[in-house]
């Protein structure tokens, strides 16, 4: 089965997707596990213990070769992708530091098993980024490596907490950061005096390069970013952490949105949960991302939470062009900091999704109606430049009173409840 064509240039393809794990459709060969002639006193570094459903391998495309690491969702998948077949390459990512270089293979199509090596991959040398680079590894790959062997980080900061709140006291932690690049993000953590020495050396809004971080897997991570997947790890910053600031302004990592009208938040489907009463909350949904106009801002509160800790509360009301108004509830810093005033344009970005049953009154049955629940990691961005913050400005001209919204008192009953309608 020797008629088998590899991709030309495959290897050199795949080293220039950096950044995030790219879409491709190249078709590689899967050598041996590790390097040929490997000399540990060039390559002192740890070897990469593999990832649960990984393999440490080789690839060539006939010519040039380069370590990779192939995952797979299906581990029977396994024998299938090893020496010597043939693997057409769905979605690649490569990173490399200093002295290392890897090549991060998702879920490749075996193609099939050749009797031989293909082609002549070792007369001559790898393509040099696989020697030297600085392309940064990808927060969805962290997964696959050793604590000591991950390549530096390119990460916007979109929250940092405040140094040593009371509020995270039974974390042990005095502060927490959340990051981002192109591909996902996740949520660093910073335990006693090494948060003392490096939380000035962050700043909201700016992209950094961070190194010697240790890898670490909390329950809370994806109960604050509900959709990342199960396999999903966070950082921990470390005494041997390196933090550099980013000035290239090349493929910075930006913030997304993934915005939901407020007529569409009535057809997500929720999870089932009971609360005590008398406004239990029903349904929790996973972080959604809502913009529009701000209808009302109500005054600063103070609730106690079922540990009788003080926490500030602050309700807003948002619409958008559909006319339905969304309840939407602050709490911490976002209660504290909120200086919108009606009519200005708000995104809130990873807010939850609730479902609220609503007593009824003089006999009247209860009913139930959605809203935001904006926590202290959901980012809230004012007059956000956005296709979407255009086009709900142009509506707002249109109808500089919002007209098209019937008075509060009878909004609650009608509006608030449709939400939930099917």
């Known amino acids: ?30 050598l041996y596990d590790t390097w040929p002639q490997y000399d540990p006193a060039r390559h002192p570094l740890q ?13 060539s495309d006939g010519i040039y070769y380069t370590s990779a690491i192939i995952s797979v969702t299906d581990r029977s998948l396994l024998p299938q992708v090893c020496y010597p077949a043939v693997i057409r390459v769905r979605k690649a990512a490569f990173c490399s530091s200093v002295g290392c270089a890897y090549l991060l293979l998702e879920n490749p199509e075996p193609v099939g098993t050749p009797d031989v090596i293909l082609g002549e991959p070792f007369c001559d040398p790898p393509p040099e980024e696989n020697t030297f680079g600085g392309n940064c590894v990808p927060i969805s790959a962290l997964k696959y490596f050793q604590d000591k062997s991950i390549p530096h980080l390119r990460v916007l900061v979109t929250y940092k907490s405040r140094l040593g709140d009371p509020r995270h006291k039974s974390e042990r932690f005095p502060f927490i950061l959340h990051v981002l690049d192109e591909s996902s993000e996740t949520r660093a953590y910073a335990f006693k005096q090494v948060a003392l020495e490096l939380y000035d050396r962050f700043e909201v809004g700016k992209v950094y390069y961070i190194s010697g971080f240790d890898r670490c897997t909390r329950p809370d991570l994806r109960y604050f970013f509900y959709n990342l997947p199960e396999e999903s790890v ?34 997500l489907k929720l999870e089932e949960e009971r609360r005590v009463p008398p406004r239990p909350i029903i349904g929790v949904g996973k972080s959604v991302d809502v913009i529009g106009i701000v209808y009302k801002v109500g005054p600063l509160e103070t609730v106690m939470t079922q540990i009788n800790d003080p926490i500030p509360k602050r309700d807003v009301i948002i619409c958008d062009q559909s006319g339905l108004l969304l309840p939407t509830e602050l709490w911490s810093y976002n209660a504290e900091e909120f200086s ?76 608030f409840g449709s939400l939930c309608d099917s």
Not at 47 to 59: A, H
Request: aromatic residues 6%.
């Open 47 to 59: 070897k990469i213990k593999p990832y649960e459903d990984t393999l440490d391998v080789v690839v």
């Open 234 to 267: 966070g950082l921990q910053l470390t005494r041997r952490t390196i933090i550099e600031e980013c000035h290239d302004v090349h493929g910075l990592p930006v913030i997304r949105f993934d915005f939901i009208p407020i007529p569409t938040l009535r057809k």
């Open 340 to 415: 919108a005033q009606p009519g200005t344009i708000v995104a809130f970005r990873h807010a939850k999704l609730l479902e609220i049953e609503e007593p009824g009154l003089n006999n009247t049955p209860a009913r139930n109606y959605r809203k935001l629940s904006a926590v202290t990691p959901s980012t809230i961005h004012i007059e956000p430049s956005v296709e979407e913050s255009f086009a709900l400005r142009n509506w707002r001209r249109s109808d500089p009173d919002l007209s098209v919204i019937p008075d509060l008192p009878e909004v609650k009953g009608a509006l």
């Open 1 to 30: 089965m020797t008629n088998i064509q590899l991709t030309p240039n495959g290897v050199p393809k795949l080293m220039q997707l950096t950044g995030r794990f790219h879409d491709t459709n190249i078709f590689v060969q899967v």
